[in-house]
Nanobody
């Protein structure tokens, strides 16, 4: 499995950014693509995911309403739209992917994902 990430960068408080992640190498489409993030000195936390076969999504409760995951065309590309960004959103964002055959609530757990991207920095200035 290969993951290709893009997006990220520097934005002011209240701004928006979009990350994308393209997954290849899965043999059938029951997999989910999502993101985790890790800020300096803090533990890694789940952001959200989407299963590409049916579009089912999961979001961390704290991010609902500001972050949106959507599917591209072809559907092995997934986008993370981040709006109304806050300095607390500053982190390295890691694309993740793996089969998620049960509910997408399993996306809350890092152990669900065997494939991780290299990470992309998102910095929100105050």
């Amino acid at each position: 499995v290969q993951l290709v990430e893009s997006g990220g960068g520097l934005v002011q408080t209240g701004g928006s950014l979009r990350l994308s992640c393209t997954a290849s190498g899965f043999s059938f489409d029951g997999y989910a693509i999502g993101w985790f993030r890790q800020a300096p000195g803090l533990e890694r936390e789940a952001v959200g995911c989407m299963r590409v076969s049916d579009g089912e999504t999961y979001y961390a409760d704290s991010l609902k309403g500001r972050f949106t995951i959507s599917r591209g065309d072809p559907k092995n590309t997934v986008y993370l739209e981040m709006n109304d960004l806050e300095p607390e959103d500053t982190a390295v964002y890691y694309c993740v992917a793996d089969y998620v055959l049960g509910g997408t609530h399993y996306c809350a757990f890092a152990a669900t994902f065997g494939s991780w991207g290299q990470g992309t920095q998102v910095t929100v200035s105050s």
